[in-house]
Structures are given as C-alpha cells and as structure tokens.
C-alpha cells in the first residue's frame, strides 16, 4: 500500500477559483516572495496564520493570511505600523476620490523601519 502524496504548497492556478479575488493571488505571491527573501522562516508564518484564523474565524481565508503577513513584518520591524496606516488611509482616500483612471506608480518598500 503507498502513502498518498502529500498535498501542494500551492493551489492550483490552473482551476478556476483558486483565488476569490485578485488581491487574493497578490498577497499570495507577497508572503511567498517575502519567505524566498529570507525574511521569515514559513513555520513562523503558518503559526501566524493559525493564529490568526483561531482568533477570527469568521474572516476569509486571505484576510487571515494578510493580517498574519503584516504581524511578522511589523514584529521583525520590516514594517512600521503607522506607516502602513498611513498608506491605507491614503488609499482609502484616493478611492473615495473616485479616481481609478489614474496610475499610482509609488513603491511601497519593505525594509527595516526607519526610527
């Protein structure tokens, strides 16, 4: 008798619906990127995940996952959280402007907080 294969890192891009959204598959290929990078070891992420989805079980899959992205980088400093509020403010805003015709071209950078 075999032992099945284990299940992918993954989803399959090929089926349609792998994400929700296509802010899904960014944050996705962020946290991988992030991970290659060397910036967390993936146990450190998957134990912020589960954590995150313990804590709120009624969010979605990829909220959990960005809420438990931006714990890391904030707790190894690599984001400073008044930062990243700022720059939410600032979309938020930039979309009540009803301004979607118009390019943002802006980097956000990841790297250690500025003090």
């Known amino acids: 008798m075999s032992t099945p294969a284990p299940e ?14 296509p802010w899904e598959a960014m944050i996705f290929a962020i946290v991988l990127k992030l991970h290659e990078a060397g910036h967390f070891a993936w146990n450190d992420f998957a134990a912020a995940l589960s954590a995150q989805i313990h804590a709120h079980p009624e969010r979605s899959y990829y909220v959990c996952w960005t809420d438990a992205a931006i ?9 400073e959280e008044a930062a990243l509020l700022r720059q939410a403010l600032a979309i938020e805003r930039f979309r009540a402007a ?11 950078a990841i790297g250690p907080a500025q003090g």
């Open 71 to 79: 714990t890391l980088l904030t707790e190894r400093g690599l984001v």
């Open 8 to 21: 992918p890192l993954l989803p399959d891009f090929e089926r349609p619906g792998a994400f929700a959204a």
């Open 98 to 108: 009803d301004h979607h015709h118009i390019a943002r071209t802006e980097p956000i």
